[in-house]
Protein backbone atom coordinates (compact mmCIF):
# COMPACT_ATOMS: atom_id res chain seq x y z
CA UNK A 1 0.00 0.00 0.00
CA UNK A 2 2.66 2.26 1.04
CA UNK A 3 4.45 2.00 -2.73
CA UNK A 4 1.21 1.98 -4.51
CA UNK A 5 0.81 5.53 -2.62
CA UNK A 6 4.17 6.69 -3.44
CA UNK A 7 3.94 6.25 -7.06
CA UNK A 8 0.41 7.42 -7.30
CA UNK A 9 1.84 10.77 -5.66
CA UNK A 10 4.86 10.31 -7.88
CA UNK A 11 2.88 10.36 -11.23
CA UNK A 12 1.22 13.19 -10.48
CA UNK A 13 3.95 15.36 -9.74
CA UNK A 14 5.75 14.22 -12.84
CA UNK A 15 2.48 15.11 -14.77
CA UNK A 16 2.37 18.35 -12.84
CA UNK A 17 6.34 19.03 -13.32
CA UNK A 18 6.21 17.95 -16.95
CA UNK A 19 3.83 20.81 -17.84
CA UNK A 20 4.86 23.38 -15.25
CA UNK A 21 8.91 22.72 -15.94
CA UNK A 22 9.34 25.38 -18.62
CA UNK A 23 7.75 27.93 -16.18
CA UNK A 24 9.56 27.03 -12.79
CA UNK A 25 12.73 25.43 -13.75
CA UNK A 26 14.71 28.61 -14.04
CA UNK A 27 13.80 29.35 -10.01
CA UNK A 28 17.19 29.47 -8.44
CA UNK A 29 17.88 25.53 -6.51
CA UNK A 30 14.98 24.34 -8.36
CA UNK A 31 16.39 21.05 -9.05
CA UNK A 32 17.28 20.92 -5.41
CA UNK A 33 14.43 21.65 -4.07
CA UNK A 34 12.84 18.45 -6.44
CA UNK A 35 15.64 16.10 -5.73
CA UNK A 36 14.29 17.00 -1.77
CA UNK A 37 11.17 16.82 -2.48
CA UNK A 38 11.29 13.28 -3.90
CA UNK A 39 13.00 11.99 -1.41
CA UNK A 40 10.84 13.42 1.26
CA UNK A 41 8.14 11.34 -0.94
CA UNK A 42 10.15 8.18 -0.82
CA UNK A 43 11.65 8.41 3.19
CA UNK A 44 10.31 5.94 5.05
CA UNK A 45 10.71 8.18 8.11
CA UNK A 46 8.84 11.55 6.53
CA UNK A 47 6.22 9.29 4.56
CA UNK A 48 5.48 12.19 2.75
CA UNK A 49 3.71 10.22 -0.36
CA UNK A 50 1.48 8.61 2.45
CA UNK A 51 0.47 11.78 3.70
CA UNK A 52 0.41 13.47 0.67
CA UNK A 53 -2.20 10.79 -0.46
CA UNK A 54 -4.26 10.83 2.52
CA UNK A 55 -4.34 14.81 3.08
CA UNK A 56 -5.23 15.29 -1.00
CA UNK A 57 -5.40 12.40 -3.60
CA UNK A 58 -8.03 9.88 -1.92
CA UNK A 59 -9.89 12.83 -0.67
CA UNK A 60 -10.47 13.89 -4.07
CA UNK A 61 -10.60 11.16 -5.67
CA UNK A 62 -13.47 9.87 -3.37
CA UNK A 63 -15.14 12.96 -3.84
CA UNK A 64 -15.30 12.82 -7.82
CA UNK A 65 -15.64 9.00 -7.93
CA UNK A 66 -19.26 8.93 -9.59
CA UNK A 67 -18.09 11.53 -11.95
CA UNK A 68 -15.00 9.53 -12.86
CA UNK A 69 -17.05 6.41 -13.34
CA UNK A 70 -19.43 8.15 -15.48
CA UNK A 71 -16.51 8.94 -17.57
CA UNK A 72 -15.37 5.79 -17.43
CA UNK A 73 -17.87 3.79 -18.95
CA UNK A 74 -18.16 6.41 -21.58
CA UNK A 75 -14.82 5.83 -22.76
CA UNK A 76 -15.24 2.21 -23.24
CA UNK A 77 -18.54 3.11 -25.58
CA UNK A 78 -16.70 5.43 -27.32
CA UNK A 79 -13.58 3.24 -27.79
CA UNK A 80 -15.66 0.03 -28.97
CA UNK A 81 -17.44 2.91 -31.87
CA UNK A 82 -14.64 4.25 -32.48
CA UNK A 83 -12.66 0.46 -32.91
CA UNK A 84 -15.82 -0.91 -35.38
CA UNK A 85 -15.45 2.12 -37.19
CA UNK A 86 -11.97 2.57 -37.85
CA UNK A 87 -11.76 -1.54 -38.49
CA UNK A 88 -14.68 -0.88 -41.28
CA UNK A 89 -12.19 2.05 -43.01
CA UNK A 90 -9.69 -0.36 -42.94
CA UNK A 91 -11.26 -3.44 -44.80
CA UNK A 92 -12.89 -1.12 -46.95
CA UNK A 93 -9.31 0.59 -48.00
CA UNK A 94 -7.96 -2.98 -47.88
CA UNK A 95 -10.98 -4.05 -50.24
CA UNK A 96 -10.60 -1.05 -52.48
CA UNK A 97 -6.77 -2.13 -53.02
CA UNK A 98 -7.40 -5.04 -53.58
CA UNK A 99 -9.75 -4.42 -56.83
CA UNK A 100 -7.41 -2.21 -57.58
CA UNK A 101 -4.61 -3.99 -58.35
CA UNK A 102 -6.52 -7.21 -59.34
CA UNK A 103 -8.17 -4.39 -62.53
CA UNK A 104 -4.20 -3.20 -62.80
CA UNK A 105 -2.72 -6.25 -63.10
CA UNK A 106 -5.59 -8.29 -65.10
CA UNK A 107 -3.54 -8.22 -68.46
CA UNK A 108 -0.24 -9.12 -66.80
CA UNK A 109 -2.30 -12.22 -64.89
CA UNK A 110 -3.81 -13.48 -68.47
CA UNK A 111 -0.34 -13.03 -70.40
CA UNK A 112 1.35 -14.66 -67.46
CA UNK A 113 -1.64 -17.32 -67.62
CA UNK A 114 -1.58 -17.70 -71.59
CA UNK A 115 2.36 -18.10 -71.73
CA UNK A 116 2.28 -21.66 -69.92
CA UNK A 117 1.18 -24.19 -72.45
CA UNK A 118 -1.01 -27.47 -71.58
CA UNK A 119 1.63 -29.67 -70.68
CA UNK A 120 3.03 -27.08 -67.96
CA UNK A 121 -0.53 -26.55 -66.63
CA UNK A 122 -0.79 -30.48 -66.75
CA UNK A 123 2.50 -30.84 -64.45
CA UNK A 124 1.21 -29.06 -61.72
CA UNK A 125 0.18 -31.84 -59.06
CA UNK A 126 -3.98 -31.60 -57.82
CA UNK A 127 -4.00 -31.25 -54.07
CA UNK A 128 -7.15 -32.13 -52.65
Same mark, same amino acid.
Given at each position: ????????????????????????????????????????????????? #????????????? #???????????????????????????????????????????????????? #??????????????
Amino acid at each position: VRWMMYWIVFALFMATETLTDLFISWFPFYYEVKMAFIIWLLCPYTRGA #SLIYRKVVHPTLS #SKEKEIDTYIIRIRERSYETVVHFGKRGFNMAAAAAVQAATKSQGALAGRLR #SFSMQDLRSIPDEA
